[in-house]
């Protein structure tokens, strides 16, 4: 009896590997995934059976690790070569989200200063012009201060001759 049930377990161990190995061949063939759990499922085996059996476990990462079946011109495909798409696409997209950034923020930035021109509050288009006059202008009034301030003190001397004179000529009389 004990016999019996040893060699009824080794059967349906010998039947799991086999399906196991028919899973993993159509895998391969198929270009389905390659990992312990798909071969599992495939076979109708738990993944503890896989992991039991050291042997079966190393073809399935045998299989991950070779390329894919190919035709005529067409390119090996491998997990690592598959990873490092990934990693590429992964990059480009953080790249391309950065410069979507960059764009919205100068998009939103024009349409503000748009916004901001037609609403009648933002400065006139003529700006630089406009800070041109402005400084002629203000060197105009220095120059005029300076010039008001000498005809002031011409003034103020004529003045002060002015005053002799009357003093002078009141003395006289």
Known sequence: MPN?????????SARRRQRVVKALDA???????????AIARAAGVDRTFLYRHPDLLAQVHTAQSTPLPTTAG?????????????????????????????????????????????SGLGPPVDVDRLRRQIITLEQQIVTLKAELEERDQELDAARAANRELFTNVNKRH
């Not at 019996?4 to 349906?12: E, F, K, L, V």
């Open 4 to 12: 019996t049930m040893i060699r009824g377990r080794q059967a349906d």
């Open 27 to 37: 895998a391969r063939t198929d270009g389905t995934e390659l990992s312990v759990s």
């Open 74 to 118: 067409e390119a090996a495909v491998t997990t690592a070569s598959l990873r490092a798409d990934l990693a590429n696409a992964q990059a480009r997209v953080a790249r391309l989200a950065g410069h979507n950034m960059q764009l919205e923020k100068k998009l939103s930035e024009l349409l503000g200063e748009q916004a901001w021109r037609e």
